[in-house]
């Protein structure tokens, strides 16, 4: 059984900064592609960030230049530094990893909330 188990979330004010961490455990696939997804109330969920396995990334515009994506591939772990937060960061936050045999199958984390106040 896979387990992808976050930690981080929390309640910051506007301009603010929180780092959420996603670390899988079981039998995992070899991942390819971790990432970060978010869904505000109402809306769909969308992509905030990814990060393949030669670190090159890849960021959502509404948060670049504030959000930073990495990995540790040894810990199976994505991390997701976010600084400047604006209350329109407010959502679940989703990490996600994808195995190289994607998209046959792929990994999600249970969600954690993020709440900016202003």
């Known amino acids: 059984q896979v387990q992808l188990v976050e930690s981080g979330g929390g309640l910051v004010q506007a301009g603010g900064s929180l780092r959420l961490s996603c670390a899988a455990s079981?039998?995992?696939?070899?991942?390819?592609?971790m990432g970060w997804y978010r869904q505000a109330p109402g809306k769909q969920r969308e992509l905030v960030a990814d990060?393949?396995?030669?670190?090159?990334?890849d960021y959502a515009d509404s948060v670049k230049g504030r959000f930073t994506i990495s990995r540790d591939n040894a810990k199976i772990t994505v991390y997701l530094q976010m600084n400047s937060l604006k209350p329109e960061d407010t959502a679940v936050y989703y990490c996600?990893?994808?195995?190289?045999?994607?998209?046959?199958?792929?990994?999600w984390g249970q969600g954690a909330q993020v709440t900016v106040s202003s």
């Open positions: 079981g039998d995992i696939a070899r991942i390819n592609i």
């Open positions: 996600n990893m994808k195995p190289f045999v994607y998209p046959t199958y792929e990994y």
């Open positions: 990060i393949d396995g030669d670190g090159i990334t």
